[in-house]
């Protein structure tokens, strides 16, 4: 399994970007598929994710109407379009993948079986 982040970089406040994972060896709309950022000095925290069993999409408070995942099943990607960016938005974002993760969990990265490398976006002036 691997799963292949990319589309991070450096961009102002205010601005947008679109990250992508790519997913190989794993069926994506058989799994929960979610997007997960880690800042310096800072835990792993939940950002976005589609639930593998209904489809639904799950954001974190602090993102929402902000941030916008899909999937692309075809393709086997998860994207995320990120518009109006902060500085605070800054850090490494992982794409993740588990098999039946039921909502209590979903934000949980202890509850999910892949991972991909990470990708850094960094929002500053």
């Known amino acids: 399994v691997q799963l292949q982040a990319s589309g991070g970089g450096l961009v102002q406040p205010g601005g947008s970007l679109r990250l992508s994972c790519a997913a190989s060896?794993?069926?994506?709309?058989?799994?929960?598929m979610s997007w997960f950022r880690q800042a310096p000095g800072k835990e792993r925290e939940f950002v976005a994710g589609?639930?593998?069993?209904?489809?639904?999409?799950y954001y974190a408070d602090d993102i929402k109407g902000r941030f916008t995942v899909s999937r692309d099943n075809a393709k086997s990607t998860l994207d995320l379009q990120m518009n109006s960016l902060k500085p605070e938005d800054t850090a490494v974002y992982y794409c993740?993948?588990?098999?039946?993760?039921?909502?209590?969990?979903?934000?949980?990265?202890?509850?999910?079986?892949?991972w991909g490398q990470g990708t850094q976006v960094t929002v500053s002036s």
């Open positions: 589609i639930k593998w069993s209904n489809q639904n999409t």
């Open positions: 060896g794993i069926l994506i709309n058989r799994n929960t």
């Open positions: 993740a993948a588990g098999p039946r993760i039921i909502s209590s969990t979903m934000t949980s990265s202890s509850a999910y079986d892949y």
